[in-house]
């Protein structure tokens, strides 16, 4: 009930802060404003503090100089090429800039853990690493983060993170063991004919029309060559073309994601893509350049770590607001430090009363949830490094 009522009592710190970051998203690598802020806030809590990892990033130490494990608090800070349109009184102040995705709030709750947890350390045995990576948003700031030692110094022993989460009930924890979101991979693809007068196709080799062709042809690869048992997607997200109406185009451009939890299928999609491909265009005459690349590995929760998880939920939100949530054909880069690290990711119901998905211009949340999320963060550390 301590930690309840040091959450209550920072509460307006928790949507202050929130508030403070709304106003500044900054994209992937960019995050100077972001890092300077919180950097200057885990300084005046007295935390040791590293800057400038993989560009942007920032770690904050809250040592209780005890032995004991290490708990990894991780919270991304990109924001995404998106102009708001919430007409919020804290709406972004950068042009073509927002917090679409929620990390506001993650950085919020993860701020907000370090000023609960550092009131209450003379209960914690070990360090609570607080970590605030860049370039979540498919640019793999994890990786990056991993890449420059952010799971040493002290050896990370358990990895925690939280992601908002519009498609379960406000407030409600939903926790997975086991594959939780997708692996994601993306690929860039030129196909290259011969422009034409539009009102002599005979003498042209159709960008425009193969692409259509290979489009609809990639459909199938999902629908016909997966077993219908194992999810996976692929998506075309980008088509461009041609210049005008009446010029037959001679490049065209695609870009798609491809996402699935089945290793074996993620292994073997790129292969069966460029078959596809290569068969459209042999067909029709057309050349291609093929551009695949892998991104982020499946969201795999540790079954133990989703345990402790799950019963930190249960003091939070209570048995009745702790669910199960449908895995998701979403990405995130904590799978990164998930492979390296026993721990968990999970979800914070941010509920869908308008009806607004993560990345819509219009996104936002009940700040209430902030203290959920704050409590939740405190409750783990408790459980983990709890004398």
């Known amino acids: ?73 991780r919270a991304d800070m990109d924001a995404l090429p998106v102009t708001e349109q919430t007409g919020l009184e804290f709406t972004s102040t950068h042009a073509g800039r927002m917090h679409a995705c929620g990390h506001d709030s993650h950085m919020a709750m993860a701020l907000g853990a370090v000023t609960v947890l550092n009131k209450i350390k003379d209960q914690l045995n070990g360090t609570i690493k607080f970590v605030f990576q860049p370039a979540e948003e498919g640019f793999s700031g994890a990786k990056a983060m991993i890449g420059e030692g952010v799971l040493e110094n002290p050896t990370v022993d358990f990895a925690v993170g939280c992601h908002v989460w519009p498609l379960i009930p406000q407030g409600a ?32 080799i159709d960008a425009l029309e193969v692409s259509t062709q290979v489009v609809s042809a990639l459909q199938r690869i999902v629908s016909r060559n997966i077993n219908p048992l194992i999810p996976a997607v692929i998506t075309i997200g980008s088509l461009q073309a041609g210049t005008t109406f009446n010029v037959i185009p001679e490049v065209a451009h695609l870009r798609g994601t491809v996402r699935t939890f089945d290793k074996g299928v ?80 999970y979800f914070l119901g941010s509920g869908q009363e308008n009806g607004l998905p993560l990345h819509n211009s219009r996104f936002d949340f009940d700040e209430d949830i902030l203290a959920t999320g704050v409590e939740m963060f405190g409750r783990t550390a408790l459980s983990i490094l709890g004398k």
């Open 266 to 345: 993620r292994k073997e999609l790129p292969k069966r893509i460029e078959q596809v491909i290569k068969g459209v265009c042999d067909s029709m005459n057309a050349t291609y350049k093929l551009n695949y690349l892998p991104i982020y590995p499946p969201v795999i929760n540790d079954d133990d770590a989703v345990e402790t998880i799950r019963k930190s939920a249960w003091e939070v939100v209570g048995k009745e607001n702790t669910l199960v949530p449908e895995m998701s054909m979403c990405a995130e880069d904590m799978s990164f430090y998930l492979e390296k690290v026993k721990g968990c990711f």
């Open 173 to 204: 924890i939903g926790v997975k063991p086991g594959p939780l979101m997708a692996a994601s991979d993306r690929f860039d693809l030129e196909i290259r004919g011969i422009s034409s007068h539009g009102a002599m196709p005979h003498l042209a």
């Open 1 to 73: 009930m301590y930690l309840k009522k040091i959450v209550d009592e920072n509460k307006e710190l928790f949507i202050k802060t929130r508030r403070e970051l709304h106003k500044i998203p900054e994209v992937a690598f960019e995050e100077k404003k972001t890092s300077a802020y919180i950097a200057e806030y885990l300084k005046q809590e007295n935390l040791e503090v590293i800057t400038n990892i993989a560009t942007t990033g920032v770690v904050g130490l809250l040592r209780t100089n005890r032995p004991g494990p290490t708990l990894m608090v």
